[in-house]
């Protein structure tokens, strides 16, 4: 079983940054793609990021060039790190392991 735990959220100004983290429990961690997606109420859940075992990151047009996802596998953690943020990126954040296991959410506000 594979356990996942977020931090980092909070809340911000727009035009802020916060980097989120995801601590990932097993030994599996390393060999599978990790990602993150974001949820607002009443809404469906969106994907945000991804980055593969081998480190080929892909992101959703609307943080493309905000974003950044990254992984270091020696602490079984990925990171997103978000800048230049805008009200519309509020939502609970959740990364997941291979859209298999996923974390329990982190909130983040942006003030406008």
């Known amino acids: 079983q594979v356990h996942l735990v977020e931090s980092g959220g909070g809340l911000v100004q727009a035009g802020g940054s916060l980097r989120l983290s995801c601590a990932a429990s097993g030994t599996i961690f390393s060999i599978n793609p990790m990602g993150w997606y974001r949820q607002v109420p009443g809404k469906q859940r969106e994907w945000v990021a991804t980055?593969?075992?081998?480190?080929?990151?892909n992101y959703a047009d609307s943080v493309k060039g905000r974003f950044t996802i990254s992984r270091d596998n020696a602490k079984n953690t990925v990171y997103l790190q978000m800048n230049n943020l805008k009200p519309e990126d509020t939502a609970v954040y959740y990364c997941?392991?291979?859209?298999?296991?996923w974390g329990q959410g982190t909130q983040v506000t942006v003030s406008s």
């Open positions: 997941t392991l291979n859209t298999i296991f």
């Open positions: 980055i593969t075992s081998a480190d080929n990151t």
